[in-house]
């Protein structure tokens, strides 16, 4: 399967081509989103054309795209801009990353100067936990809007299952340091998150750090399709088992994290780094390639989205540049081989909440 999506990855870079089988066997048809050759950085000629999925929603989805997690306010309006002049046409965003008024300002800017249009650029965004209650779920994706400056969200998500205390800061904690809870039922939220879509503010819905219990939870009651699942996964996680009930529900996942998270805040000194595995050294090697180039595309030739993080313009550039090769069935099957169900993004500290995700198996 990972063989037939990587051939269709790297013998055409234009018109369609099919991914991975949905749970009735039936190949979903990607497309290719283009690029303005006019108003490309002269860095990279001619542009890439990044493979796109259809989502349940209809709309088309870029495979590929550019994480904001950790973009530290002052370097995430360069990042933007960068990513869009490169030939990105999918930023991730969420509220909680605080900085969702810097990417609007970038986006305003590339379509102002004429490198994008913004139909051409898939933006998503995810609600924070603090905005569960129903009557917090609409002003909370106008503020999102307002931020970026848009007049709808391409994706919304729910970012987590589980709610934190409303009406104050982002991450709320008690006097001893621990973090606060809501118990609001995250289906309430779902469905007070569908007048996104009825109101023309959002085109499509989906969630975040969800297991297979809660998504079908949620499609139990769901008048708009689930369309994403927005999860952690690198080789450490490689999430198939929630990867193959996803197809079955024609939901696409989006891998975040997908090289390893090394500049996660909660990391400490002697922690296992992905990034440093010899193996993926060797392989990275083989084609020429950085690791993270490898891992990136890992991840698309298993049909996944990929949202890699940089604000690094060397990086930025380096990271897309994923579309002239392709790993062997060997090395693919070597790179699952370090799968161990590791997280590093697991929040251990919210295991106790009612509605944590990480204590089932999928």
């Not at 991730?92 to 605080?98: G, I, L, M, V």
């Not at 340091?177 to 039922?185: E, L, P």
């Not at 296992?272 to 990275?284: F, N």
């Not at 690094?312 to 161990?340: C, G, H, Q, W, Y």
Request: net charge neutral; charged share 25%.
């Amino acid at each position: 399967m990972a063989r037939l999506v990587a051939r269709a990855l790297v013998g055409s870079l234009s018109g369609e081509l099919l991914s991975r089988p949905g749970g009735s066997g039936c190949w979903r048809r990607l497309r290719f989103c283009g690029t303005n050759p006019a108003t490309f950085t002269r860095t990279m000629t001619p542009p890439p054309k990044f493979p796109t999925v259809k989502l349940a929603s209809g709309y088309e989805m870029p495979l590929f795209g550019l994480g904001t997690w950790k973009s530290e306010p002052g370097k995430v309006k360069e990042a933007v801009e960068t990513a869009l002049s490169l030939g990105y046409r999918h930023i991730d965003c969420a509220r909680a990353y605080q900085n969702e008024a810097e990417v609007g300002e970038a986006l305003r800017n590339k379509i102002a100067d004429g490198t994008v249009k913004r139909e051409d650029v898939f933006i998503t965004s995810k609600l924070w936990n603090t905005f569960h209650s129903p009557e917090l779920v609409m002003p909370a994706l106008k503020k999102t809007l307002e931020d970026l400056g848009l007049d709808y969200i391409d994706l919304y998500l729910i970012h987590w299952p589980m709610g934190y205390k409303e009406g104050g800061e982002l991450f709320p904690k008690d006097a001893d340091g621990k973090m606060q809870f809501s118990d609001v039922d995250y289906l309430d939220t779902w469905k007070a998150l569908e007048e996104g879509v009825n109101t023309k503010l959002v085109r499509s819905l989906g969630v975040s750090n969800f297991n297979e219990e809660q998504i079908e939870r949620v499609m139990a009651e769901a008048k708009v399709p689930v369309c994403v699942n927005q999860v952690e996964c690198h080789p450490y996680l490689t999430q198939k088992k929630l990867m193959e009930f996803c197809a079955s529900k024609n939901i696409v996942v989006t891998a975040y994290s997908p090289l390893g998270s090394p500049d996660r805040p909660w990391a400490k000194p002697g922690d296992v780094e992905l990034m440093d595995e010899p193996k993926l050294k060797t392989i990275a090697e083989k084609y020429n390639k950085s690791v993270a180039q490898v891992l990136i595309r890992y991840q698309l030739q298993r049909g996944n989205v990929v949202i890699p993080k940089s604000v690094t313009p060397s990086r930025i550039k380096e990271n897309m540049e994923i579309l002239d090769f392709e790993l062997s069935a060997d090395d693919v099957a070597a790179i699952d081989s370090f799968d161990n169900g590791g997280r590093f993004c697991g929040l251990s500290w919210m295991s106790h909440h009612k509605y944590y995700p990480f204590n089932a198996k999928a």
